[in-house]
């Protein structure tokens, strides 16, 4: 059945999801802030800036009349930066059919309050609304998933109706849809892993080799997932698409901009410079920041993510930052889970 969808948000990842829901058959209103590029994709059917030299299905229609594109939509999924996310729903909010079904895709963390973008949105919607909130998150880099290369991604919710019906509308040939309902792992991992993409790029923009990055991902996986546990998630989710999954493809490929601007960092570019030339959001440095918090709060130790964040923000290099980690006191592996293990 042909359905009215919502997409908000326009940068590379709405792009794609809006052309996963164009591909099943849906009419998809695409929310986007700038006229030019609307006009753009109406005329053209084309997002030059974010996914160039792809040609967009004519069920995908642009609008910056955010009112117009959500009233009345059955289905409303978001995909606007973290930093964004609190003033957009609740610009939205009034507008959103009492039954719809919301997804939101946005992996990070809002920086005053350390919350997790669910529990932004629940804020910000009605009751009703929040309760059937559905996240969206695995191994899915756009540039792909816009050419149609097989994906695959997990949905999770409170509400295990409103999960099965997100799996059913996204799912397709090239869109493989997993349920989990571990809510809180899902995101979590989701916004985490970026912080130890940004650490693999600067190991690869140091000139380090396999072993190096081999480490740095288990080892990033184990404290991803004591401070996940520490604040209620499931262990085996970090084991799954939503964890290793989303972990493996953001640390290695050239798609990552968390990557990019590691590696720049890595070849000794200061951080502004390096945010000037992404020319787009990268999640994982306020999610360092984010993490960093979260990590003194809940008193979890977090050692890559700290000398990541004394990388970022304190002027620590990245060459001593390795040097501090190698550095370490002996410690023993398998106690990954303790809140003091490393």
């Known amino acids: 059945m042909s359905l009215e969808v919502a997409v908000i948000g326009a940068g590379s990842w709405g792009t794609a999801l809006a052309s996963v829901f164009a591909d099943n058959g849906h009419r998809v209103h695409l929310w986007m802030r700038n006229p030019k590029q609307a006009e753009e994709v109406n005329t053209r059917h084309v997002n030059e800036k974010y996914l160039p030299d792809v040609r967009l299905s004519e069920n995908i229609v642009a609008s910056t009349d955010l009112q117009e594109v959500v009233h009345g939509k059955p289905v409303v999924l978001l995909a606007v930066p973290s ?71 997990v949905v999770t919710s409170a509400s295990e109706d409103r999960m099965l019906r997100a799996q059913v509308l996204l799912m397709n040939s090239y869109f493989r849809v997993y349920t989990n309902p571990d809510l809180i792992g899902a995101e ?51 084991a799954g698409l939503a ?73 620590t290099s990245p060459r001593q930052g390795v040097e501090e980690l190698m550095g370490r006191g002996r410690t023993r592996e398998n106690e990954y889970l303790g809140p003091y293990h490393t």
Request: with cysteine; net charge negative.
């Open 83 to 153: 930093h964004a996310m609190r003033a957009v729903t609740r610009e939205l909010s009034p507008h959103l059919h009492p039954e719809v079904l919301l997804i939101h895709a946005t992996k990070g963390f809002e920086m005053e309050s350390l919350k997790r973008m669910s529990e932004v949105i629940a804020e910000e919607v009605s009751p009703a609304v929040a309760e059937g909130l559905v996240v969206l998150s695995g191994p899915s880099h756009a540039e792909e998933v816009i050419l149609r290369s097989p994906t695959t991604v």
């Open 188 to 238: 979590l991992a989701g916004a985490l892993k970026n912080i130890i993409a940004l650490g693999a790029g600067m190991s690869d923009g140091l000139g380090f080799g396999d072993n190096a990055k081999a480490a740095l991902l288990t080892r990033g996986l184990a404290e991803i997932t004591r401070l996940g546990v520490k604040l209620g998630a499931m262990p085996l989710t970090f």
């Open 243 to 315: 964890g290793i999954g989303d972990l493996v493809v953001t640390c290695t490929s050239k798609h990552s901009r968390n990557w990019r601007a590691g590696y720049l960092l890595g070849q000794g570019k200061p951080l502004d410079e390096v945010l000037e030339q992404m020319g787009m959001v990268v999640e994982g440095v306020r999610t360092t920041n984010a993490a960093y918090a979260l990590a003194s709060r809940e008193e979890v130790s977090m050692p890559i993510t700290t000398v990541l964040y004394r990388i970022l923000f304190e002027g």
